[in-house]
């Protein structure tokens, strides 16, 4: 849509009144060219609801809602395809409810042109009160953290900024990121707080390319030493060495690329062991291992401490 959207709309509204639509147009032509888009404007028209509002009442509150927009190939009808749905609202609400640090629970209110938009909310709890004339509140707090980090990392990953300030959001937003990716999709996020404030950003083609760069990996190779009692044989060539004998102890899993060397070494369950393996981590863009597996070597000559967590 323009920023002058509501101007067309109003327009087509009087159309059937020319002497109305004629009135209409000059007022709209006084009032020039509106540079702002329909974000803006009702952004606007809810601060200045708010301010209304606190002059009777100075603890008013607007109601919060989220819009997702949706644009793409098969977005001109407005509306939201089940497989659409089904790919993109729980990732979503996940995706806020980390960034929030916390559960946040949306439920959806309706759909509305302009490519395809989503509008939704915080799903709403009951106040801790013996009053049965309670009303429900949203979690207010929660919801404006959440988009607030989020739209803040979504104009990160389309600038192609370092985002490693938001690493433990990655992987949630990467799922979205994903799930646009398969339906040719870009997303738009608006927030409107209850304080009559407004935040958006997108994730858009650009952001998606940046996303996925950020995620291919390289392999990082340590050699170290793993001591403890085996505790677990398989065929396929594979030694689970537990290193220590209280319950929660560390775990490893040695991989020998060769099981008959396994084999001919004859273990057995209980045996005491130190192996020297290649430790190898698959690090991402980000720092974050994706993977780590362990490949026995030969043995070592003597036990020293892991350097590290499993």
Same mark, same amino acid.
């Given at each position: 849509m323009t920023g002058d959207s509501w101007r067309e709309r109003r327009r087509a509204l009087l159309g059937d009144d020319p002497a109305e639509a004629e009135r209409a147009a000059r007022l709209l032509d006084e009032l020039g060219t509106d540079d702002?888009?329909?974000?803006?404007?009702?952004?606007?028209?809810?601060?200045s609801r #708010?301010?209304? !509002?606190? %002059?009777?009442?100075?603890? *008013?509150?607007?109601?919060? =809602? /989220?819009? @997702?927009?949706l644009t793409g190939p098969e977005t001109d009808g407005g509306a939201l395809r089940f497989q659409w749905g089904d790919a993109l609202l729980e990732p979503v609400e996940h995706m806020v409810s980390v960034?929030?640090?916390?559960?946040?629970?949306?439920?959806?209110?309706?759909?509305?042109?302009?490519?395809?938009?989503?509008?939704?909310?915080?799903?709403?709890?009951?106040?801790?009160?013996?009053?049965?004339?309670?009303?429900?509140?949203?979690a207010t707090s929660a919801a404006s953290t959440g988009l607030g980090t989020?739209?803040?990392?979504?104009?990160?990953?389309?600038?192609?900024?370092?985002?490693?300030?938001?690493?433990? #959001?990655?992987? !949630?937003? %990467?799922?979205?990121?994903? *799930?646009?990716?398969?339906? =040719? /999709?870009? @997303?738009?996020?608006?927030?409107?707080?209850?304080?009559?404030?407004?935040?958006?950003?997108?994730?858009?083609?650009?952001?998606?390319?940046?996303?996925?760069?950020?995620?291919?990996t390289n392999d990082l190779d340590q050699e170290i030493t793993i001591s403890g009692r085996i505790t677990e044989l398989r065929e396929s060539g594979i030694v689970k060495v537990k290193t220590g004998t209280a319950k929660n102890a560390p775990a490893f899993e040695v991989r020998f690329e060769e099981p008959e060397e396994l084999l001919r070494m004859r273990p057995g369950l209980g045996d005491n062991v130190h192996f020297l393996v290649r430790f190898r981590q698959q690090l991402d863009s980000l720092g974050i291992a994706r993977s780590a597996e362990?490949?026995?070597?030969?043995?070592?000559?003597?036990?020293?401490? @892991?350097p590290f967590e499993p």
């Open positions: 702002r888009d329909d974000e803006e404007i009702e952004a606007e028209h809810r601060a #708010l301010a209304a !509002a606190r %002059e009777y009442a100075p603890d *008013a509150r607007l109601d919060e =809602e /989220l819009q @997702l927009r960034a929030a640090g916390t559960p946040v629970q949306l439920e959806l209110t309706g759909i509305s042109t302009g490519s395809t938009i989503v509008h939704a909310r915080p799903v709403t709890s009951r106040t801790e009160s013996a009053d049965p004339d309670a009303i429900d509140v949203p989020l739209t803040t990392l979504l104009d990160a990953l389309e600038a192609e900024h370092d985002i490693r300030a938001w690493a433990r #959001l990655f992987d !949630a937003v %990467e799922a979205v990121s994903r *799930a646009l990716g398969r339906y =040719e /999709l870009d @997303l738009g996020v608006t927030w409107y707080d209850a304080e009559g404030q407004m935040s958006r950003a997108r994730l858009t083609e650009r952001g998606r390319r940046y996303v996925k760069r950020l995620r291919e362990y490949t026995y070597l030969g043995q070592a000559a003597e036990q020293t401490s @892991l």
